[in-house]
């Protein structure tokens, strides 16, 4: 049992009109270079617009189950209610699976949109509805990213935010969206905002893309997909590029030789080769900075955090990825976006509810709200919101669409109805906004679409809604 909220779209936190949901839209469009981001910059600050926050987007690689986390329907028929049962939050009214329970108990500090829906049930297509936040896929081209793409949230992000730092306005992590058959996929880049608005790529690990053998918040929580149970395999890497200066040099004294630009020139590759995007033209002094600044070295080297820290988040890829996120929004950047594991993770197509009971709910939990925690103790939850979302949800249907691989149940690909929680940035928590029909396979009431999802966090970054830009020849 939910809230019972008025089916208008002004539920939705920041919920645009029509009209400005158009003008967010289109900051996306072709041929937005240096001079038209100067014009939108010159323009916002006669605009009214909310003071600007950091946004940190957590992207459920693969598809979560709304069914199995936050949208539960204990009423419906076997067939599609699951083996889960939910619990009540510190909400009234508000329940969502019983194994989430710390996130449970923080209701008060979040929402849910329970009626987020697009058409399509592909994972590249999908993804690339989600992280452009369009459903126009006019220009897509499956697993070949090019220049004509619609531009990613983060690449948007990036080109119009004003830099708080001497790091990237916007940083996706740990490793971009990846299939071990299909290829990088789509919709993760600038597109036709051109290369030199590409997020920062921090492609911490290595591990090997076969994801079937390798799903999950490794190393304790890895597993293996088909089998259904615990991945022994070691083959795992999650580091950052070398940016510590040499052992015995002061860093001050040191960033007035020339010696120290030797030492970039140096590690110039290996910065590049885990952020594809840097543009060392532009900006020589921030890799200056990230040589040289102990924050953005503690920001990067969380797995030598205290031990205490690493507990609180989940000492594994999860909560590693989630304490840096936090970290870097700490020190200035103002978008992160985090692939919290990647394609398999939560594709559950079978042995989904034991892989979800012992592997991926628990350091999900965990590390979602150590970091929520984190913030509020901080003081930053106000200025920061967490959105996390997949590429669709799953469908209502339990069955097993391959009996000779998995040996128990799972759910399929679902465009039409997803759940997304947000948390902070302003906007107020323990309530529902939208719902799902009896079976959870559409909206029934407050539809929200990925162009609304997108808005959202533009409008939290003080991106203005009457923003537009203009091409070579001055059109509008």
Request: with cysteine.
């Amino acid at each position: 049992m939910t809230h019972s909220t008025p089916t208008t779209a002004s539920n939705l936190p920041h919920a645009p009109t029509r009209r400005q949901l158009l003008q967010a839209g289109s900051i996306g469009l072709m041929g937005l270079g240096m001079a038209d981001v100067a014009r939108l910059r010159a323009q916002a600050a006669g605009d009214s617009v909310t003071k600007p926050r950091s946004v940190i987007f957590i992207f459920l690689t693969g598809g979560a189950s709304q069914h199995d986390t936050f949208d539960m329907k204990p009423e419906g028929p076997s067939e599609f209610r699951g083996e889960f049962s939910p619990i009540h939050t510190a909400t009234p009214g508000i329940e969502i699976c019983e194994h989430f329970p710390r996130l449970a108990r923080q209701s008060d500090r979040w929402s849910l949109v329970r009626s987020l829906s697009h058409p399509d049930n592909g994972h590249q297509t999908g993804t690339y509805i989600m992280l452009t936040g369009r459903r126009d896929k006019t220009p897509f081209r499956s697993s070949r990213p090019h220049g004509n793409d619609w531009p990613s949230i983060a690449a948007v992000a990036g080109a119009m935010t004003s830099g708080r730092s001497n790091l990237a306005n916007s940083i996706v992590l740990p490793e971009k969206v990846v299939h071990s058959q299909q290829g990088v996929f789509p919709g993760q880049f600038a597109g036709k905002l051109g290369a030199h608005h590409e997020p920062w790529f921090l492609d911490m690990t290595d591990k090997p893309h076969g994801y079937h053998a390798f799903s999950g918040a490794f190393p304790g929580y890895l597993y293996n997909l088909h089998r259904g149970n615990h991945s022994d395999r070691d083959d795992w890497r999650f580091a950052v590029p070398n940016i510590s200066l040499p052992e015995g040099v002061f860093a001050p004294r040191f960033r007035k030789r020339v010696e120290l630009l030797n030492i970039v020139e140096r590690q110039q590759q290996q910065l590049e080769d885990a952020a594809a995007s840097a543009d060392y033209g532009r900006s020589r002094q921030g890799v200056v900075s990230l040589l040289a600044d102990p924050g953005v070295r503690d920001a990067f080297n969380v797995r030598k955090s205290d031990p205490k820290t690493l507990q609180r988040y989940g000492n594994n890829s999860f909560g590693w990825s989630l304490l840096m996120a936090r970290r870097l929004v700490a020190l200035g950047v103002n978008m992160v976006q985090v692939n919290l594991g990647n394609m398999g993770t939560w594709d559950l197509h079978g042995n989904a509810f034991p892989l979800a009971k012992n592997f991926l709910f628990p350091p999900t939990d965990l590390a979602i709200s150590a970091l929520l925690d984190d913030l509020t103790e901080s003081g930053m939850l106000e200025e920061t919101m967490v959105v996390i979302a997949g590429e669709f949800g799953r469908t209502p249907r339990i069955f097993n669409g391959a009996p000779n691989v998995y040996k128990t149940v799972g759910r399929g690909h679902w465009g039409p109805c997803q759940t997304v929680m947000i948390a902070g940035g302003g906007v107020a928590g323990g309530r529902v906004i939208g719902s799902s029909d009896k079976s959870g396979a559409y909206p029934a009431s407050d539809v929200q679409t990925p162009e609304s999802f997108a808005s959202t966090i533009y409008h939290a970054l003080g991106i203005p809604r009457s923003a537009h830009w203009h091409d070579a020849a001055d059109r509008p």
